[in-house]
Nanobody, 124 residues
Framework: QLRLVESGGGLVQPGGSLRLSCAVS????????IAWFQQVPGKQREGVSC????????NYAASLKGRFAISRDGAKNTVYLQLNNLKLEDTGIYYC?????????????????WGQGTQVTVAS
């Protein structure tokens, strides 16, 4: 059974950093494409970044370029999202997702399964 569990969210001041984790089970991690999505208040869920099983990375959010980085640890079946230089507008819920067919996509339609999300709040 597919299961994704996010952790690492919290309250941080502008300019601060967080590392989100997504523990994945129920799928062959080596072949799985795992993505992070962001949902800010009042907006649709949008793709942030995705990593294929081979380690290929695709970033979808131009506004986050250079500040957010995805990585994965095959020994722990875990995908991470490092958030640096956080801004007020980064506040929202961050979800990890397994993408269909092992291919990266920033589109929610292509998601095979979601985690429950982790809240990130940026406030001074």
């Amino acid at each position: 059974q597919l299961r994704l569990v996010e952790s690492g969210g919290g309250l941080v001041q502008p300019g601060g950093s967080l590392r989100l984790s997504c523990a994945v089970s129920g799928v062959t991690f080596h072949y799985a494409a795992i993505a992070w999505f962001q949902q800010v208040p009042g907006k649709q869920r949008e793709g942030v970044s995705c990593s294929t099983g081979s380690g290929e990375v695709t970033n979808y959010a131009a506004s986050l370029k250079g500040r957010f980085a995805i990585s994965r640890d095959g020994a722990k079946n875990t995908v991470y999202l490092q958030l640096n230089n956080l801004k007020l507008e980064d506040t929202g819920i961050y979800y990890c997702a397994v993408m269909r067919f092992g291919h990266c996509s920033g589109v929610t339609f292509d998601v095979a399964g979601w985690g429950q999300g982790t809240q990130v709040t940026v406030a001074s």
